[in-house]
C-alpha cells in the first residue's frame, strides 16, 4: 500500500534532487567563471544526472498512483574558493543525500512498502558509487595541492565525463 507518509517522504526527495541538479549547475557555471572548462563539463552532466534522478522519483510517485507535489528550491551557493571546496561540498552534499535514502527506506520499512523499498534500493547503491567518484575527485584535489600543473593536467580528464549510460561514460 501506498501510504500518505510514503508519498510526502517520496516527494520531498524529489525535490533534494532538484535541489542537487541545482547545486551542481551553480558549481558548473563556478567552474566555467574560473575557466576550468573540464571540471565545468564534470558538473555539468552531474546536474543532468541528479534531474534523471529527480524524474525517477516523479514516475515512481506517478506509478504508484500519487500525486506529485512540486515545491520550492532553495537557492544555492554561487561562490567557492577553490576547485577542493567545492568538492569539499560536492561530498558533504552527497553524504547528506546517503542519508535521505537512508531514512527514505526506513520509512518504506515501517510502512511495509516493499515496492518503495524496491525502488529505493537502487538509489542505495547509486549513493555509493556517487560518494566513491567525488571522493575520489577530492583525494585528488587535496594531494595536488597548490600545483596549478597538476589541476589543468586534472581539468582535461574532468573534460572526458559523458551522460550516464553513454557508451564512453
Ligand atoms: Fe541524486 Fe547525487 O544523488
Redesign the pocket.
Known amino acids: 500500500m501506498f501510504t500518505e507518509k510514503m508519498q510526502a517522504a517520496l516527494n520531498g526527495q524529489m525535490n533534494?534532487?532538484l535541489y542537487?541538479s541545482y547545486l551542481y549547475l551553480s558549481m558548473n557555471a563556478y567552474f566555467k567563471s574560473v575557466n576550468l572548462d573540464g571540471f565545468a563539463n564534470w558538473m555539468h552532466y552531474?546536474a543532468q544526472?541528479?534531474l534523471e534522478?529527480?524524474m525517477k522519483f516523479y514516475d515512481f510517485v506517478c506509478q504508484r498512483g500519487g500525486r506529485v507535489q512540486l515545491a520550492q528550491i532553495e537557492a544555492p551557493p554561487s561562490e567557492w574558493n577553490s576547485p577542493l571546496a567545492v568538492f569539499e561540498d560536492t561530498l558533504a552534499?552527497?553524504q547528506k543525500?546517503?542519508g535521505l535514502?537512508n531514512d527514505l527506506v526506513e520509512i518504506a520499512n515501517e510502512e511495509r512498502d516493499h515496492a518503495s523499498q524496491i525502488f529505493l534500493q537502487w538509489?542505495v547503491s547509486?549513493?555509493v558509487e556517487?560518494e566513491d567518484s567525488v571522493g575520489g575527485v577530492l583525494e585528488q584535489l587535496k594531494l595536488m595541492g597548490e600545483a596549478k600543473g597538476g589541476l589543468f593536467m586534472m581539468d582535461r580528464e574532468m573534460a572526458k565525463r559523458r551522460p550516464s549510460g553513454s557508451a564512453d561514460e
Open positions: 533534494a534532487e542537487s552531474q544526472e541528479e534522478h529527480a552534499h552527497e543525500v546517503t535514502i538509489f547509486e549513493q556517487e
